[in-house]
């Protein structure tokens, strides 16, 4: 009834061409606006076609301002929200020798009573 306090979600079913996000709060808008700056700004080595989010957007818009010969790049964006298909999610477990699971524990501390010292 009430939908004014509820954002939209956007969705693209190929994602962001830069960054992999599925879902945005903005519209995904055609890139092909943009990707004449795509290697300089995102550091890329490939070229890439396809939506783009209006986060990145806009971050090629604040590139596009940056002084002439800035070395500046948002790299550390690129496949950042591809999800766990392209990232190792847990480290592997380190066996010993023996083909068993190392202690983390190597001794057990036991402590005294602090009440026994008080009465004598």
């Not at 550390?76 to 477990?93: C, E, I, Q, S, Y």
Request: charged content about 35%; aromatic content about 12%; proline content about 2%.
């Amino acid at each position: 009834m009430f939908g004014f306090h509820k954002s939209k979600i956007y969705r693209s079913n190929e994602g962001c061409c830069i960054c992999k996000t599925k879902s945005s709060s903005s519209r995904f808008t055609d890139s092909s606006r943009y990707e004449e700056h795509f290697r300089l700004c995102f550091g890329l080595s490939e070229d890439r076609v396809g939506d783009i989010c209006n986060a990145c957007v806009l971050l090629v818009k604040r590139w596009k301002k940056l002084p002439h010969g800035s070395k500046k790049n948002w790299n550390h964006v690129v496949d950042a929200r591809a999800g766990p298909g392209f990232k190792l999610t847990r480290p592997k477990k380190v066996k010993n020798i023996d083909g068993k699971k190392k202690s983390k524990l190597k001794k057990l501390h036991k402590f005294k009573r602090q009440s026994e010292f008080f009465f004598l």
